[in-house]
């Protein structure tokens, strides 16, 4: 005999419910997206509107599914030229239904968005006590490659160990503090030609200075940072009006 067509339609919704009661385990997934789920922390860095030069850097650490910040704010100074939307977790350029101007090659603009922490280099033989990122020091021959026609573009090099192939490079080891210490942020991993090169976290010259792309802050906090980051750390650089529309869906500390 047929099942009444009623009893049919409860058979589905029932069973679920006492699937649930018997304790069936069911799938679940952290709140947080995507965009910062293997990330243990984050340096997050706000500047006022895409043309500012100075921002303010805050650290947070993940607890749960929750951002927690982790000791007080401290200022920086970015591109001469303001911001600009770069290449990194986030994509590439403006997120859909955003605006604002793309990161090129020579525009002197900090990469906006969401980026992963790299190597660190410095003058000294060894990284501040404690650090857990990769640490290479460096002397004359180390090249950050900034021209695009060559093969090793956006790449920090010993030139002794490659054919030298590139028209400019950045000079790793500075006749300045600028580069005492240097954190590589992962923009445009993948090379690709005038998206931009060479995007540090590194020593400012002062508060009124400004940058040609990083991001640079005062050595005693940049040092105090390398020690103690955790490897999986993100950076992000963002506007505030930016920000604000996106860190909900991104995942980022409200």
Not at 66 to 94: D, I, L, Q, R
Not at 126 to 134: E, I, K, N, V
């Amino acid at each position: 005999m047929s099942t009444p067509r009623l009893v049919k339609g409860w058979i589905a919704p029932v069973l679920a419910a006492w699937l649930a009661a018997c304790g069936q385990p069911t799938e679940t997934r952290s709140p947080l997206p995507r965009l910062t789920w293997d990330a243990r922390e984050l340096v997050v860095g706000i500047v006022d509107d895409w043309t500012a030069t100075t921002a303010t850097l805050r650290r947070y650490r993940r607890d749960g599914d929750e951002w927690k910040p982790s000791g007080a704010a401290w200022p920086a100074v970015v591109g001469k030229a303001g911001t600009a939307w770069g290449t990194g977790v986030h994509g590439t350029g403006a997120p859909a239904g955003r605006e604002g101007p793309v990161k090129h090659e020579g525009d002197s603009k900090s990469p906006a968005g969401v980026f992963a922490i790299g190597a660190s280099y410095g003058s000294a033989t060894a990284s501040p006590t404690g650090s857990r990122l990769r640490y290479t020091p460096i002397d004359d021959a180390w090249k950050c490659v900034d021209d695009p026609a060559s093969k090793a573009y956006n790449r920090v090099l010993d030139q002794r160990t490659t054919t030298i192939d590139w028209k400019s490079a950045e000079e790793m080891k500075r006749g300045d503090a600028l580069y005492t210490w240097v954190v590589d942020v992962a923009h445009n991993v993948s090379r690709t030609p005038n998206r931009g090169s060479c995007i540090f976290l590194h020593v400012w010259s002062g508060p009124e200075s400004a940058t040609l792309g990083c991001t640079a802050m005062a050595e005693p906090v940049l040092a105090e940072l390398i020690a103690t980051i955790d490897p999986s750390a993100m950076f992000v650089l963002l506007p505030r009006a930016e920000y604000a529309a996106l860190a909900t869906s991104w995942g980022l500390p409200l």
